[in-house]
């Protein structure tokens, strides 16, 4: 039984395991995302999600209750992809799930201002142990990741976080020609080239076994075709690149907009509301940076099989096939 339509525009007729809105745009994909990391999916309740995964697969089946619509259809499938890896069929942890980055990111507390060397490497170590785990449990997991995979990854990620961070640190403290005002607002900057080194060095490493191995590429009936190395290489750079954008608004616009505020007479005349007023800046801009960064690339991929591995011509007389580039 088909889904009765009660708005084409905003709820097309469903597709299961594709999107409700155009991937092959940019803002199709934001929009995509958008429902992604939708925060109101982590109060979902377990009879909730038993009950989407239930109406999916009667859909699947084509045993639909009567009256079900497409908008049921879409939100049930939007509170599975928040919450079930895609290759594992597991449940995502909830501080790790792309819908819990608004509410478990460590940005704050690298932007205050005059950072000591023990808070510099506390926050740095919190934000990429956090950022190790996300990459982990979003990962293409169509092949097993060893668990020294994940270690090697965590320990990589915090030693060039933190040596980075320290080096620029000492590096601008030591340079006597920058007046404080300078020095200051230079030092509040240190945070995005420590962070972004450290998130492509937390991807690769993090990821490791999928160049090694590679991953699985489907055709559009979702039928395993085989493994290519070429499509992994392709996943963990959009990974990358995805990883060094995100931080770049979020490091970059709040030290600008607090150094104008802090020149306003309430934060001179509060300054304990500097931390609560950090945080708000720092909420509003990343809420905004997330969806753009993971929107940048499709995470299901469409490739050509003249750029995969010769094997694959002969494997499959499709054109194209996809991949999981992971979030």
């Not at 915090?158 to 300078?182: E, M, Y």
Request: hydrophobic fraction near 45%.
């Amino acid at each position: 039984m088909e889904a009765t339509s009660i708005s084409n525009d905003e709820y097309p007729p469903f597709q299961l395991k594709k999107s409700r809105f155009d991937q092959s745009t940019f803002f199709g994909r934001w929009r995509h995302f958008l429902d992604v990391i939708d925060p109101r999916t982590l109060f979902t309740t377990e009879h909730q999600l038993k009950d989407a995964i239930q109406l999916l697969d009667a859909f699947k089946s084509k045993q639909l209750p009567p009256g079900t619509t497409n908008e049921q259809l879409w939100n049930a499938q939007k509170i599975k992809q928040a919450i079930i890896h895609p290759d594992t069929g597991e449940k995502v942890f909830m501080p790790f799930r792309m819908s819990g980055q608004l509410h478990s990111n460590h940005v704050v507390g690298m932007l205050l201002p005059n950072p000591s060397f023990k808070s510099m490497i506390f926050w740095q170590w919190m934000n990429q142990t956090h950022n190790a785990c996300v990459n982990y449990a979003n990962r293409n997991a169509t092949k097993p990741t060893p668990t020294s995979r994940f270690i090697a990854g965590y320990v990589g990620a915090v030693t060039s976080a933190v040596s980075i961070a320290v080096g620029l640190s000492v590096f601008i403290k030591r340079a006597n020609k920058l007046n404080p005002a300078t020095r200051m607002l230079i030092q509040r900057f240190v945070p995005f080239p420590a962070v972004a080194s450290a998130n492509i060095c937390n991807v690769l490493l993090m990821r490791n076994s999928e160049l090694i191995e590679g991953i699985e590429v489907v055709d559009q009936y979702e039928r395993v075709v085989g493994t290519s190395k070429i499509a992994a290489r392709r996943a963990i750079k959009e990974t990358a690149l995805t990883r060094v954008f995100l931080p770049a608004p979020l490091l970059v616009i709040p030290p600008i907009i607090m150094t104008m505020l802090e020149k306003t007479k309430f934060l001179k005349r509060n300054p304990r509301m500097h931390l609560p007023v950090n945080a708000a800046v720092c909420c509003l801009v990343f809420g905004m940076a997330l969806p753009i960064a993971i929107a940048l690339f499709p995470q299901y991929t469409k490739v050509s099989v003249n750029e995969l591995e010769p094997e694959f011509q002969k494997l499959t007389i499709e054109e194209c096939l996809y991949y999981n580039k992971g979030l």
